[in-house]
């Protein structure tokens, strides 16, 4: 039998559905399959009228004694995209069968221009999807269809059943979901390994500030990546005056939170490989400092550190999977809060490569703390380098939430990223380091650089072309990641409201990419 998601509940439903259940000369569903289910897809067109069963779901249906089609023919073969249909009590094994629109089989040329892999997404919706719905029934246990890819697969579902519950005194237990097909194995744990990054990335940045503390952070670092063959070095306030931080250090004087420098290393190459370093900003609060930010929406400021989220997440990645690459992560950690010993507006900073910085916006602080971060990367003599921010409110003005904003010094590097931001799922889009907006933050008698520059627009661009100035020699791509931060369920159905962990996958995808080609 069937329902649509709205009326899933296995007790409600009606015995004249019921009628229609196949039971294979069973008066019941068995009590060992109440709670065990499986998600199936089938494709369909954009009407959802013509339906045809994958080859998974074809079995299935012909194991349940084609209750999968009958049932489809008495609701005049109606399946929508991105929708499910529930059957109960219609399979020996399985209590509960969940069947999802997963959209065209043949995608059209227009259906690839919109930034990601079409095909990819509908499997990961699908996926996060038809695993919702067995949820919603109670099963405990699901086993899910490939749908032609299990990597994407794999991800939709660990992403689309993640919540964040850590400080509910009640938790719901995560179900078991296991790939249903006995092939595609390798594919389907990879995509296990990068969502389970991407979740860590998301739990971080939800977390509440005073749960997440540059401290408390350092040392649930400290405690995942010391199992996976990364070396960490947790670096404090002395050190970063040895370093001669400047930004670093006014940034978090306001602050009676201690900062941290985190120093990740990944030795998964040959000892000759040069390294690939890795950024990320980790304001673990952003209140804004003196130029204090308004109160609405303040609280979500404890994302500030998603940047340093998504590295640390992608090394967990990237040494799980054994990449042979060299990575190196940095994280600078700090709260930006507004005291008596903050940075003040007008103050004259120097950065570890001896540029002096005027502050004329404290709120503009991840930069400051980049810019160290960046001086210390070129003592790696890196490969690469690449930093991650929640660094502008101007990057959700210019494109919103629909992509992360990057910004490249090497076309062949940026093409790598988009291809791998189009392969996981999480668009990208280019901006300019034109020489004009780096000409807007100098050229004053009394300083080097001032941290917003002059003039009005631009400030993503601005923000990337004051971090130019501090960037090692070499490849270097900044990644401008604000409008990405939190998601709102429109774009993707498999990553729910709220922080999002973009683009973890992609970062990970990126260095595998990286990694072949080297090879």
Same mark, same amino acid.
């Given at each position: 039998?069937?329902?649509?998601?709205?009326?899933?509940?296995?007790t409600?439903?009606?015995?004249?559905?019921?009628?229609?259940?196949?039971?294979?000369?069973?008066?019941?569903?068995?009590?060992?399959?109440?709670?065990?289910?499986?998600?199936v897809?089938?494709?369909?067109?954009?009407?959802?009228?013509?339906?045809?069963?994958?080859?998974?779901?074809?079995?299935?249906?012909?194991?349940?004694?084609?209750?999968?089609?009958?049932?489809?023919?008495?609701?005049?073969?109606?399946?929508?995209?991105?929708?499910?249909?529930?059957f109960?009590?219609?399979?020996?094994?399985?209590?509960?069968?969940?069947?999802?629109?997963?959209?065209?089989?043949?995608?059209d040329?227009? $259906?690839?221009?919109?930034?990601?892999?079409? &095909?990819?997404?509908?499997?990961? !919706?699908? =996926?996060?999807?038809? *695993?919702?719905? #067995?949820?919603?029934?109670g099963?405990?246990?699901?086993?899910?269809?490939?749908?032609?890819?299990?990597?994407?697969?794999?991800?939709?579902?660990?992403?689309?059943?993640?919540?964040?519950?850590?400080?509910?005194?009640?938790?719901?237990?995560?179900?078991?979901?296991?790939?249903?097909?006995?092939?595609?194995?390798?594919?389907?744990?990879?995509?296990?390994?990068?969502?389970?990054?991407?979740?860590?990335?998301?739990k971080?940045?939800e977390?509440?500030?005073?749960?997440m503390?540059?401290?408390?952070?350092?040392?649930?670092?400290?405690?995942?990546?010391?199992?996976?063959?990364?070396?960490?070095?947790?670096? $404090?306030?002395?050190?970063?005056?040895?370093? &001669?931080?400047?930004?670093?250090? !006014?940034? =978090?004087?306001?602050? *009676?939170?201690? #900062?941290?420098?985190?120093?990740?290393?990944?030795?998964?190459?040959?000892?000759?490989?040069?390294?690939?370093?890795?950024?990320?900003?980790?304001?673990?609060?952003?209140?804004g400092?003196?130029?204090?930010?308004?109160?609405?929406?303040?609280?979500?400021?404890?994302?500030?550190?998603?940047?340093?989220?998504?590295?640390?997440?992608a090394?967990?990645?990237?040494?799980?999977?054994?990449?042979?690459?060299?990575?190196?992560?940095?994280?600078?950690?700090?709260?930006?809060?507004?005291?008596?010993?903050?940075?003040?507006?007008?103050?004259?900073?120097?950065?570890?490569?001896?540029?002096?910085?005027?502050?004329?916006?404290?709120?503009a602080?991840?930069?400051?703390?980049?810019?160290?971060?960046?001086?210390? =990367?070129?003592?790696?003599?890196?490969?690469l380098?690449?930093d991650?921010?929640?660094l502008?409110?101007?990057?959700?003005?210019?494109?919103?939430?629909?992509?992360?904003?990057?910004?490249?010094?090497?076309?062949?590097?940026?093409?790598?990223?988009?291809?791998?931001?189009?392969?996981?799922?999480?668009?990208?889009?280019?901006f300019?380091?034109?020489?004009?907006?780096?000409?807007?933050?100098?050229g004053?008698?009394?300083f080097?650089?001032?941290?917003?520059?002059?003039?009005?627009?631009?400030?993503?661009?601005?923000?990337?072309?004051?971090?130019?100035?501090?960037?090692?020699?070499?490849?270097?791509?900044?990644?401008?990641?604000?409008?990405?931060?939190?998601?709102?369920?429109?774009?993707?159905?498999?990553?729910?409201?709220?922080?999002?962990?973009q683009?973890?996958?992609?970062?990970?995808?990126?260095?595998?990419?990286?990694?072949?080609?080297?090879?």
């Open positions: 039998m069937y329902t649509h998601r709205s009326a899933i509940c296995l409600r439903l009606t015995s004249a559905l019921q009628k229609i259940t196949i039971n294979h000369g069973r008066s019941e569903c068995s009590t060992s399959n109440l709670k065990k289910g499986i998600v897809g089938a494709y369909v067109d954009e009407k959802g009228e013509n339906i045809k069963l994958t080859n998974s779901a074809e079995k299935v249906n012909q194991d349940s004694n084609n209750v999968i089609m009958k049932a489809l023919k008495i609701g005049n073969g109606f399946l929508k995209k991105g929708k499910s249909r529930v109960y009590n219609a399979n020996e094994k399985y209590g509960t069968i969940a069947l999802v629109g997963i959209g065209k089989e043949e995608l040329e227009k $259906d690839f221009s919109d930034g990601v892999d079409p &095909k990819k997404q509908n499997v990961r !919706n699908a =996926a996060a999807i038809g *695993c919702r719905s #067995l949820i919603d029934c099963m405990e246990d699901i086993d899910l269809s490939s749908m032609g890819d299990s990597e994407s697969a794999a991800e939709g579902a660990m992403l689309g059943t993640w919540n964040f519950q850590e400080y509910k005194k009640e938790q719901k237990p995560s179900p078991k979901i296991s790939l249903f097909e006995n092939s595609d194995k390798d594919e389907w744990s990879r995509g296990v390994v990068k969502s389970n990054a991407q979740n860590w990335s998301r971080l940045t977390s509440a500030a005073n749960h503390t540059p401290t408390l952070f350092s040392k649930e670092v400290e405690e995942v990546l010391g199992n996976q063959n990364v070396q960490v070095v947790v670096h $404090d306030k002395c050190w970063a005056e040895e370093k &001669k931080m400047g930004g670093l250090l !006014n940034v =978090a004087k306001g602050s *009676c939170q201690p #900062l941290a420098f985190l120093e990740m290393t990944y030795s998964g190459g040959s000892k000759d490989d040069k390294p690939i370093v890795l950024v990320g900003k980790g304001v673990t609060f952003d209140s400092g003196i130029s204090i930010k308004p109160s609405s929406a303040m609280g979500e400021m404890r994302a500030d550190m998603m940047g340093a989220a998504n590295v640390v997440s090394i967990s990645a990237i040494a799980e999977l054994q990449i042979p690459v060299n990575v190196v992560g940095l994280t600078p950690l700090c709260e930006n809060m507004p005291s008596s010993s903050a940075l003040k507006p007008g103050d004259v900073i120097v950065a570890m490569n001896g540029k002096s910085i005027q502050v004329d916006n404290t709120d602080e991840g930069r400051l703390i980049l810019a160290d971060a960046l001086c210390y =990367a070129a003592t790696f003599n890196p490969k380098t690449l991650l921010a929640t502008t409110g101007a990057m959700m003005v210019a494109i919103g939430g629909a992509a992360t904003g990057v910004f490249s010094t090497a076309d062949k590097i940026w093409n790598d990223v988009q291809c791998a931001g189009n392969y996981t799922g999480d668009r990208m889009w280019r300019p380091l034109w020489n004009y907006y780096s000409a807007l933050l100098s004053y008698s009394g080097d650089l001032d941290n917003i520059g002059k003039g009005k627009g631009g400030g993503a661009c601005t923000a990337a072309a004051f971090l130019k100035e501090f960037a090692p020699p070499g490849d270097w791509v900044h990644m401008d990641i604000a409008g990405v931060m939190k998601s709102n369920g429109q774009d993707s159905s498999y990553i729910s409201s709220g922080m999002s962990g683009p973890t996958r992609a970062l990970v995808q990126f260095i595998l990419d990286i990694s072949k080609q080297s090879s």
